[in-house]
């Protein structure tokens, strides 16, 4: 959800529930979540009162990149345990 968010600065709740395949009462909770511990931030869009726009906040990129770091590092470490061989027969 984050990735969409950074991806797509502004992206309505209702969009990142139809592109993760989320139902729209788990989407909301998911969202509130991110919001409480400071991640994300919700604005009234001005085309369309109704809607929710989504936009990262500093604290929400840091944690991005942090995350994105995290996965690199365990997938790393993860392909290191195979051969060159090995690695090549699962591709």
Same mark, same amino acid.
């Given at each position: =959800?984050?990735?969409?968010?950074?991806? *797509?600065?502004? !992206?309505?709740q209702? @969009? !990142?529930?139809?592109?993760l395949? !989320?139902?729209?009462?788990?989407?909301?909770?998911?969202?509130?979540?991110?919001?409480k511990?400071?991640?994300?931030e919700r604005?009234?869009?001005?085309?369309d009162?109704?809607?929710?726009?989504?936009?990262?906040t500093?604290?929400?990129?840091h944690e991005?990149?942090?995350?994105r770091r @995290? =996965?690199? @590092?365990?997938?790393?470490?993860?392909t *290191?345990?195979?051969s060159?061989? @090995?690695?090549?027969?699962?591709?």
């Amino acid at each position: =959800m984050l990735v969409l968010i950074d991806e *797509n600065p502004g !992206i309505a709740q209702i @969009e !990142i529930a139809v592109q993760l395949a !989320i139902d729209k009462a788990t989407i909301v909770g998911l969202i509130r979540l991110l919001q409480k511990q400071g991640w994300i931030e919700r604005r009234r869009s001005r085309a369309d009162r109704r809607r929710q726009d989504l936009y990262l906040t500093t604290q929400g990129r840091h944690e991005l990149a942090t995350l994105r770091r @995290e =996965m690199l @590092e365990h997938e790393a470490r993860f392909t *290191n345990l195979f051969s060159r061989q @090995e690695f090549d027969a699962i591709l």
